[in-house]
């Protein structure tokens, strides 16, 4: 099993600060990693697939990078809508894999 | 637009069993690979199991492999999970979730999610 090591577990930065969250994988996944965001009390929603693609609707603001055992998700500078959990997700191998969170709140 | 509908979560004694659903819509369902994914109360996301387009293939975590079963109706548009023998660690947030190809198990689209509470 791929294990996803994130780091921090947390992140206190103010709006407009640049959030930088790293997630590190036991082994290769080549760029079969993704960047979920999950805000309190709501269903994750899909940010970065295959290691810096944006999905559907996802602000410039937001952006990946990495390939192998080491991937970023960087943001560039921070909205007060932007504060929440993040989770790196593997998809190279079974069993799939997340990470166990970064939280990104308010300083 | 997709959208993806769960249902069937319910408070159930350890031991028993239940029955998940997820419809789809916005999609040409049967050509999307498919995935359940969970949320223990307060926790982190753990996949579960996923299904091809095609429902000729199938892979379990194994925490739940030989107790749960995903399954799919292509014709009904609907995913399906049957859980059996459930314990209290199986007490969760369950998200349906689309894939990107028949066999492409990228987890694209979540579901709203549905709770299921394992407990006497």
């Known amino acids: 099993e791929i294990v996803l090591t994130q780091s921090p577990a947390t992140l206190s930065l103010s709006p407009g600060e640049r959030a930088t969250l790293s997630c590190r994988a036991s082994q290769s996944v080549g760029r079969h990693l993704a960047w979920h965001q999950q805000k309190p009390g709501q269903a994750p929603r899909l940010l970065i697939y295959d290691a810096s693609a944006r999905a559907t609707g996802i602000p410039a603001r937001f952006s990946g990078s990495g390939s192998g055992t080491d991937f970023t998700l960087t943001i560039s500078s921070l909205e007060p809508e932007d504060f929440a959990v993040y989770y790196c997700q593997q998809r190279s191998s079974w069993p799939i894999t997340f990470g166990q969170g970064t939280r990104l709140e308010i300083e | 637009e997709v959208q993806l509908l769960e249902s069937g979560g319910d408070l159930v004694q350890p031991g028993g069993s239940l029955r998940l659903s997820c419809a789809g819509s916005?999609?040409?369902?049967?050509?999307?690979?498919m995935s359940w994914v969970r949320q223990a109360p307060g926790k982190g996301l753990e996949w579960v199991s996923s299904i091809s387009g095609s429902g000729d293939t199938t892979n379990y975590a194994d925490s739940v492999r030989g107790r749960f079963t995903i399954s799919r109706d292509n014709f009904r548009d609907t995913l399906y999970l049957q859980m059996d023998s459930l314990r209290a660690e199986d007490t969760a947030m369950y998200y349906c979730m689309k894939g990107c190809g028949g066999s492409c198990y990228r987890l694209d689209d979540w579901g709203q999610g549905v709770l299921v509470t394992v407990s006497s």
């Open positions: 916005g999609f040409s369902f049967s050509t999307f690979a």
